[in-house]
Nanobody, 117 residues
C-alpha cells in the first residue's frame, strides 16, 4: 500500500526527490513519514507530514536540507533532499501512522540512496 521510489546514486552536493505512492486505503487520518537506515545503523526517523493538516516535522539532523510534501490528488508523499552528503547514504522508507497511534503500521519497501563524495 506504500511504494517508495526515486532513489539512486547521486554526487555529493546534488539533490534528489523521493516519492511514496499511497494506495489501497484512505490515509487522511494518518501521519506519513520517511525513515532511513544506513549500513550498520538503526533505522531513524527523518520527517513526517500529517495528511489532514499538512503539518510537517523533521529530525534535527535534516532540518534545512530535507523537505517533506504531499499531493492529495495523486496520493503521493515526497521527500526532497538537497545538498546531499555521503552520510545521507541509506535505504529510505516511507511509512504511515494513524494519528491516534504511537507506531507506524504501514511500511513501503524502501529505496536506496547512495551519495558519492
Amino acid at each position: 500500500q506504500l511504494q517508495a521510489s526515486g532513489g539512486g546514486l547521486v554526487q555529493g552536493g546534488g539533490s534528489l526527490r523521493l516519492s511514496c505512492a499511497a494506495s489501497g486505503r484512505s490515509f487522511s487520518a494518518y501521519y506519513m513519514g520517511w525513515f532511513r537506515q544506513a549500513p550498520g545503523k538503526e533505522r531513524e526517523f527523518v520527517a513526517s507530514i500529517r495528511w489532514s493538516t499538512s503539518n510537517t516535522y523533521y529530525a534535527d539532523s535534516v532540518k534545512g536540507r530535507f523537505t517533506i510534501s504531499k499531493d492529495n490528488a495523486k496520493k503521493m508523499v515526497y521527500l526532497r533532499i538537497n545538498s546531499l552528503i555521503p552520510e545521507d547514504t541509506a535505504v529510505y522508507y516511507c511509512a504511515a501512522r494513524h494519528f491516534a497511534s504511537t507506531s507506524y503500521s504501514y511500511w513501503g519497501q524502501g529505496t536506496q540512496v547512495t551519495v558519492s563524495s
